[in-house]
């Protein structure tokens, strides 16, 4: 940065500094959604990208919360925003922290994006192929004797059916579908010519299958990391189309907008399909109008994980901290004989009246096992953690280090609605896979 540039950036953070306390002697909750938007415009001058994504992201949050009336809003909600901002504040800051501690344990100095080194073509069709039956596999064990919620007449209801039957080894191999359309999404926006086409179309396969259940996040969770990574990357011996020159891929970036409204607009349809009191609601207030249920829809997305904390968090003072029964509750009986018996969801649930939703939230977790500082420490240790492992990770050449640095980044940014890597181990099967992707790349083509 030049001299004069560093000058008139350190100017505005002064006037930032003092448009913050300003804001802070006349309301709170916006002063946080002003510095939240400050940081993530330092995070991304700072190139530090991945922060300045999940920055935005709570501004975002913020935003909705203060502006955009939901059925589900209430006094709550933006009286919360503070408190979580502190919370959310921690991780980041230490998510910096341990970027910088990356760099002082030996990672090399950031420099030019890096060029993937991939498996060769044969190598690598066979892998999808694999990982293809995998999924297969999963979808029959998950489904059978039922109708996926995709295609059912009230997904709600089918996706609790699957719910109540679910196990760990299905929902682990499950994973499969966001593999593979996270690999082939990369391949192919990394390609020209006939494998473009063909990785395309092996992306809108594994793409249908994770739609299976109609959930957003199992279609969003192997597409946005594959963004995150193309992003982070340049096409060795390609030449670039005009467009995607320069320092924004323009085209990707349109395209990853198409793809966030088309899953908003999904998820409006299948309220609008819904059953229930708050489905009843959403209907009364939005009509079958395609644009207000759509927004609607994300302003459910955004808000409801900060609504249900603000309830949380209204009665911290009388909930028994469980010592990480919440933590490893995704174990279900092998691990209620050594902690009991815990509910998430039916405690957010019931902070959801009148309605009965099951909401989760960014820090529900580590608040009810471990007390409000005992959560702050906990989302403190886990922001050095990413931190860390996204430095180290953000030049590597293998398109599994790539992958794998942009799930992180999306579980960050997903942390607008829940953060926790137990909760959602599907770590625990994406790790082995691409593993499997990089040890297959050892001898590697461009």
């Not at 230490?94 to 991939?118: D, H, I, K, N, Y």
């Not at 829940?418 to 896979?433: H, K, M, Q, R």
Request: aromatic content about 10%; proline content about 5%.
């Amino acid at each position: 940065m030049a001299p004069g540039e560093r000058r008139d950036w350190s100017a505005a953070l002064a006037f930032a500094a003092g448009a913050f306390l300003i804001l802070l002697t006349q309301d709170t909750a916006l002063a946080a959604t002003f510095a939240f938007l400050v940081a993530a415009v330092s995070a991304a001058r700072a190139r530090m990208w991945g922060l300045a994504l999940c920055a935005a992201a709570w501004v975002a949050v913020f935003v909705a919360v203060l502006t955009l009336d939901g059925p589900y809003d209430s006094w709550a909600g933006p009286a919360a925003i503070p408190a979580l901002a502190v919370y959310a504040g921690g991780f980041l800051v230490a998510w910096a922290g341990g970027r910088r501690l990356a760099e002082r344990l030996g990672v090399p100095r950031a420099g030019e994006r890096p060029a993937l080194t991939w498996p060769s073509e044969g190598r690598l069709r066979v892998y999808l192929l694999v990982v293809f039956a995998v999924a297969v596999v999963a979808a029959w064990l998950r489904f059978r004797g039922i109708t996926p919620p995709l295609f059912a007449d009230n997904p709600d209801v089918a996706r609790q059916v699957l719910r109540e039957r679910a196990s760990v080894p299905v929902g682990l191999i499950s994973e499969a579908w966001t593999l593979g359309m996270a690999v082939s999404l990369l391949r192919a926006l990394t390609s020209r010519g006939w494998p473009l086409v063909l990785y395309l179309a092996a992306t809108v396969v594994f793409t249908a299958g994770a739609a299976l259940g109609a959930s957003k996040n199992s279609v969003l969770v192997g597409l946005v990391p594959a963004i995150i990574a193309v992003l982070s990357v340049r096409r060795a011996g390609v030449r670039r189309p005009r467009l995607l020159t320069g320092r924004r891929p323009v085209a990707i970036l349109l395209a990853a907008v198409a793809l966030v409204g088309a899953v908003v607009f999904l998820g409006g349809q299948r309220t609008l399909a819904g059953t229930g009191s708050f489905e009843d609601e959403f209907r009364s207030r939005y009509g079958d109008n395609p644009i207000s249920s759509s927004v609607g829809s994300l302003d459910l997305s955004l808000s409801s994980s900060t609504e249900t904390f603000g309830r949380l968090w209204a009665q911290r003072d009388s909930i028994r901290p469980e010592h990480g029964a919440y933590s490893v509750m995704f174990l279900g009986s092998r691990a209620e004989a050594l902690v009991g018996r815990v509910d998430l969801y039916g405690t957010t649930s019931q902070l959801s009246q009148p309605y009965y939703m099951n909401t989760a939230t960014f820090v529900a977790i580590p608040l009810l096992d471990w007390g409000p500082i005992g959560a702050a420490v906990f989302l403190v240790v886990l922001g050095l953690a990413v931190g860390l492992a996204e430095r180290r990770l953000e030049f590597g050449a293998s398109p599994a280090h790539q992958l794998a640095r942009g799930f992180i980044v999306y579980f960050a940014a997903f942390g607008v609605y829940e953060l926790y890597p137990f909760i959602y181990a599907t770590w625990l099967a994406l790790v082995p896979g691409l593993w499997v992707l990089y040890r297959l790349g050892r001898r590697t083509v461009t």
